[in-house]
């Protein structure tokens, strides 16, 4: 019962380097989500989607991509990867008419 | 001001305490309150639900929302040293696309055996 599976768990990144996050539910949920967690400061979404080919942004989208071309898969591309960014990432999946999310392990992300 | 507020801790009790976590938060439009627990470098995990006002128990937790004062608590009886983690509420109106919640900033909690 595998639920969301982040990968990688670590990365190092130089500045201005490209990077994937893979984000994978297999809970057959339509709604998925990317947050990013920095110390004492809780959980700001960065994208969502409500099904595949949708996606939309949240509070804090700048610097960031996303694609939903399954249900199953939500990744988060950073282009020109900054200090800023450094941060734990955290993928979660919701069915349709629940409020409540899965989350993932996260991947902690360092820009240097 | 944050919409939604959580004193960051850490929070220090010995085992067997009674713990009081709380939020405040400042929008009226929200209707669904939620705990989420996060153990050291894994993603949070749900712990409580509850929809408007009112109390909730499971188990050690029990959840009270009072929407009169902005107001949410999670009480957790007879505290044990698997409680050690971070508490963040959430909360959402309901009526956005896609379910967005706003999370508080959390507490660490710690109970001493």
């Known amino acids: 019962n595998a639920g969301v599976t982040q990968t990688p768990k670590f990365r190092i990144l130089k500045i201005g380097q490209s990077m994937t996050l893979q984000c994978a539910q297999d809970?057959?949920?339509?709604?998925m989500y990317w947050y990013r967690q920095d110390p004492g400061m809780g959980l700001k979404l960065i994208y969502y989607?409500?099904?595949?080919?949708?996606?939309d942004k949240g509070e804090v989208p700048n610097g960031y991509n996303v694609s939903r071309s399954t249900t199953e898969d939500f990744p988060l591309r950073l282009e020109l990867a900054a200090p800023s960014q450094t941060s734990v990432y955290f993928c979660?999946?919701?069915?349709?008419?629940?409020?409540?999310?899965?989350f993932g392990d996260g991947t902690r992300l360092s820009i240097l | 001001q944050k919409e939604v507020e959580q004193d960051p801790g850490p929070l220090s009790v010995p085992e067997g305490a009674i713990v009081s976590l709380n939020c405040t938060y400042s929008?009226?439009?929200?209707?669904?309150f939620m705990w989420y627990r996060q153990y050291s470098r894994k993603g949070p995990e749900l712990l409580m639900y509850t929809y408007s006002s009112g109390n909730k128990e499971d188990g050690r937790f029990t959840a009270q929302v009072d929407k009169s004062s902005k107001y949410i608590s999670l009480f957790i009886r007879d505290s044990q040293p698997s409680d050690s983690a971070t508490y963040l509420c959430a909360m959402s109106g309901g009526n956005n696309a896609g379910n967005m919640l706003t999370f508080g900033g959390g507490t660490r909690l710690m109970v001493k055996p």
């Open positions: 979660a999946s919701s069915p349709t008419q629940s409020m409540t999310q899965h």
């Open positions: 809970m057959n949920h339509n709604y």
């Open positions: 929008n009226s439009a929200f209707q669904y």
């Open positions: 989607s409500v099904g595949a080919g949708i996606t």
